[in-house]
């Protein structure tokens, strides 16, 4: 089911991808200097569109990956301290447990007769 729905998503995705990489092939000319005049010119990328789209596509999904990971680190952080607090607490949990169990024994709980003697 996992399979065909991710069919079912990502093939329109893919032919309007390739559509558009088709329909815009010409070359475009992108400056990178916001502040350039007419007779001086900045950093510039020539290229096909559909190229300067996906690598502006692929930017922004690393970017918004970064900034996600990077505002999740307190949350990352608190898990881990919360594990190890868990663990610790199992820990001493299964030691009271050892020893309650050795405290309870019948051998060990019961107390000598007065009545024989002693080595």
Do not use: C, Y
Not at 3 to 9: E, K, N
Not at 16 to 29: D, E, G, I, K
Not at 30 to 47: E, H, K, M, R, Y
């Amino acid at each position: 089911m996992k399979t065909f729905l991710r069919w079912l998503v990502l093939l329109p995705v893919a032919i309007v991808a390739l559509l558009f990489a088709l329909a815009n092939r010409h070359n475009v000319t992108v400056s990178l200097d916001p502040f350039a005049s007419n007779d001086i010119q900045g950093p510039q990328i020539t290229a096909p569109l559909f190229i300067i789209v996906i690598l502006a596509v692929m930017l922004g999904a690393v970017l918004g990956g970064a900034a996600t990971w990077l505002r999740q680190g307190r949350h990352r952080k608190a898990a881990r301290a919360a594990n190890t607090e868990a663990e610790r607490l199992r820990s001493e949990a299964s030691g009271l447990r050892a020893r309650l169990a050795a405290a309870s024994s019948p051998a060990l709980s019961a107390p000598p007769r007065s009545d024989q003697p002693r080595a």
